[in-house]
């Protein structure tokens, strides 16, 4: 029978590691693989997650050279970027947007345009990342939900608008 399976969100937490991001660093270094599964916990997202043996073996890693640690963290850190406002076929589906944050927006145009090669930027805002929820929930009242950040509206220039007075409540960011 198979062993519970850890999250690696929950392997970071136990571990004192502040960002994920820097774990699957130190995991893709090992040569540990991680199993993806939908949670349901996490909005349905695809989660990784890794075994007990695979985290007591980044323990020991760790336990070897905890400063590693310690230094990658702060280049992890984000902690500013930008909210997008992005449509997504402006001939064909005018309505349809994409709005989130970003830290860098020309790769994450990029890696939109794959799945919408016709996707334009209509207007960013200097964001913190943790604003990003709060700002989707705000900007997109009475929207039609089609994905987890993908909406259809009637009217893009009252989503727009609504970032504009979002934002404008928010603390300048310097």
Not at 56 to 71: F, M, N
Not at 146 to 158: G, L, M, P, Q
Request: charged share 25%; aromatic share 6%.
């Amino acid at each position: 029978m198979e062993k519970e399976l850890i999250s690696v969100i929950d392997a970071a937490a136990q571990l004192g590691i502040p960002y994920k991001q820097t774990l699957f660093k130190i995991i893709k270094r090992l040569g540990i693989s991680t199993v993806k599964q939908r949670s349901s916990g996490h909005r349905n997202q695809l989660i990784s997650y890794i075994t007990p043996d695979d985290l007591d073996l980044v323990k020991q890693h760790l336990s070897q050279g905890k400063a590693e640690v310690r230094e990658a963290s702060p280049v992890q850190q984000i902690d500013q970027g930008v909210f997008y406002l992005i449509q997504l076929e402006p001939e064909h589906d005018p309505g349809r947007f994409k709005v989130g944050f970003a830290s860098n927006l020309s790769e994450r145009l990029r890696s939109h345009r794959c799945s919408a090669p016709l996707a334009t930027v209509l207007a960013t805002w200097p964001c913190r990342p943790l604003w990003e929820k709060t700002a989707i929930d705000c900007v997109t009242q009475s929207c039609e939900q089609i994905h987890t950040e993908v909406f259809r509206t009637d009217d893009i220039a009252k989503v727009k608008n609504r970032c504009e007075q979002f934002f404008a409540l928010m603390p300048a960011i310097e």
